[in-house]
């Protein structure tokens, strides 16, 4: 005689699946607020840091991935400390150094990549180097107003 399964039970089984195979909802995850013109070069920055191929070789990765990066980046209260030199008006003292240097970023062959997010030692010529100089500057500089 063939078998037959309890309604109820395969009911159960059902919503006990369901329920367990479901991660968090949208409901559930945190409203980043983004500062508009911070997203584009924050992009830019964050894929080139985290390419494989061409970026930076980090062990103890902070970022799962470069929309992780650039959305911490862009970030009205990012988690990590980025330079962008936040006013007390809303804007940043920074964006155009960080303009600046996330183009020149952008505009770098993956060997070029390599050399400024892999350089080693005390060399102090790589590419980009006076942008991020700028940007470096620029964020000390907000510090002591």
């Known amino acids: 005689m063939p078998r037959t399964l309890d309604p109820l039970a395969t009911t159960a089984a059902i919503v006990l699946v369901a329920a367990s195979s ?36 980090i062990e103890e990765q902070a970022f799962r991935s470069a929309e992780e990066c650039a959305q911490d980046c ?44 892999r350089r080693v030692g005390t060399s102090n010529e790589y590419p980009c180097k006076d942008e991020l100089d700028a940007k470096s500057d620029c964020f000390y500089a907000s510090l002591e107003q």
């Open 22 to 57: 479901c991660g968090p909802t949208i409901e559930e995850q945190p409203i980043i607020e983004l500062v508009e013109h911070r997203i584009e070069p924050c992009e830019q920055w964050c894929s080139a840091q985290l390419d494989p191929e061409c970026g930076a070789i």
């Open 74 to 117: 862009a970030a009205v209260e990012p988690v990590y400390a980025w330079d962008w030199a936040r006013l007390p008006d809303g804007t940043d003292a920074c964006a155009e150094e960080w303009f600046a240097s996330a183009d020149c970023m952008d505009a770098l062959s993956c060997e070029e990549q390599r050399a400024f997010f």
